[in-house]
């Protein structure tokens, strides 16, 4: 059964994270500190001033619920999603998926211009935000993906396409693997792409192939506690919304373009998400259920790549695993294109699924 939904969090709540961060217990910081030791304290304590004097979830609870939210129940779970029609009757349908530290609200501003052409259903990932929290384990990309092919059923899509990042990419094209014959294609604007041998890349390709080597080798601290122990992690994330600001706040600090930031304003709606739902946790092991390594996906594939992402996709390395049929590389733009970007990200998904789809497959090797 497929329910309409509303955004109301009780008042008490709200009250409360006000209560909690007029409480902060704030820790010292050494002189001329900057980013050597993490996030700066000053911006910190800006930032929680804002979100407890500033900040206005009432105004954006009443903006998202102009859009129309639903929820069912899938293996169990609840499934929050925003589903927009387009006024083309034919139009094709594309199912859109945030990742980590994201939420449906990534995709606000790509909303009106893809509609003209898409039918659009953008889920909540199950454990995040109004699909949260989870109950059980081995909620991983591919049993979401499975969750995602019984939603576009029963919403009435035989054939449709997905789109993502992060999280998001993998879901999608774990998408068109459970799920051959609905899949049209999938587009992602984030591939990661380890190394392989035997392959000839060019100097472009070595310096990033370099970087994500680097990466590999130095997991970065919030992955591998979230990877290996996201409980531990979720008590003080859930407990302190200082603790869930700075979490979140330091991904979108590092992964955008300086040129491309995300505002306050909008980053907040996003933390306050995962802070009036108590998902920090629940977010967290999505991270501990998957498993790392790429699969091959029998669909057409669209890769959107961006210069401030946390790692550029290697055309040539991508292509062992996909059938790549559209690639773009951009000269602005970070890990949240959505957001960051939403013109240039609505453009070229209207490209892939508009203009790519139709060309001839290109041999690929798994």
């Known amino acids: 059964m497929i329910k309409p939904f509303r955004v109301d969090i009780p008042q008490a709540d709200l009250d409360d994270l006000t209560d909690r961060l007029s409480r902060t217990r704030w820790p010292n910081e050494v002189a001329d500190a900057g980013w050597d030791y993490g996030f700066p304290l000053a911006r910190l304590e800006e930032l929680a001033e804002y979100w407890r004097t500033g900040y206005d979830w009432r105004a954006h609870e009443a903006s998202l619920n102009e859009l129309p939210h639903f929820t069912t129940e899938i293996e169990g779970q609840n499934i929050h999603f925003v589903h927009v029609r387009s006024s083309n009757p034919d139009a094709l349908a594309l199912i859109l998926t945030h ?3 994201g939420s449906f609200l ?3 501003d790509v909303i009106e211009p893809l509609s003209h052409d898409f ?3 953008i889920p909540s990932i199950p454990g995040y935000g109004f699909s949260g ?4 384990r081995g909620w991983d990309v ?8 019984e939603l576009m059923r029963r919403l009435g899509y035989e054939r449709y396409g997905a789109q993502g990042g992060d999280f998001g990419s993998g879901i999608s094209l774990a998408l068109g693997t459970v799920a051959p014959g609905q899949v049209a294609g999938v587009h992602i604007n984030y591939l990661p792409t380890p190394p392989a041998a035997g392959i000839e890349l060019s100097e472009t390709d ?3 192939l370099d970087k994500i080597r680097r990466l590999m080798a130095n997991r970065p601290p919030y992955q591998t506690l979230t990877a290996l122990t996201p409980q531990t992690i979720g008590y003080a994330l859930t407990d302190s919304p200082v603790g869930q600001l700075v979490w979140i706040a330091e991904r979108f600090a590092q992964w955008t373009d300086p040129r491309t930031q995300i505002s306050d304003e909008r980053m907040l709606t996003d933390i306050s998400l995962y802070w009036l739902t108590a998902t920090a946790a629940s977010s967290g092991r999505l991270h501990h259920d998957t498993p790392r390594g790429s699969e091959p996906c029998p669909v057409p594939v669209g890769v959107a790549v961006f210069p401030h992402d946390i790692t550029q996709s290697v055309r040539p390395l991508a292509e ?4 790549i049929r559209h690639w773009s590389e951009f000269e602005r733009g970070g890990h949240f294109a959505a957001m960051e970007v939403p013109e240039l990200l609505a453009e070229d998904v209207r490209d892939f699924f508009l203009n790519h789809l139709k060309e001839e497959p290109q041999i690929f090797h798994a």
């Not at 929290?133 to 059980?136: G, K, L, N, S, V």
């Not at 062992?320 to 059938?323: C, I």
């Open 99 to 101: 990742g980590w530290p």
């Open 142 to 149: 591919v049993r979401i993906a499975r969750a995602w092919a």
């Open 320 to 323: 062992r695993l996909y059938d």
């Open 119 to 121: 039918h659009l259903v």
């Open 106 to 108: 990534e995709f606000l």
């Open 206 to 208: 070595e310096a990033r």
């Open 133 to 136: 929290p989870t109950h059980e």
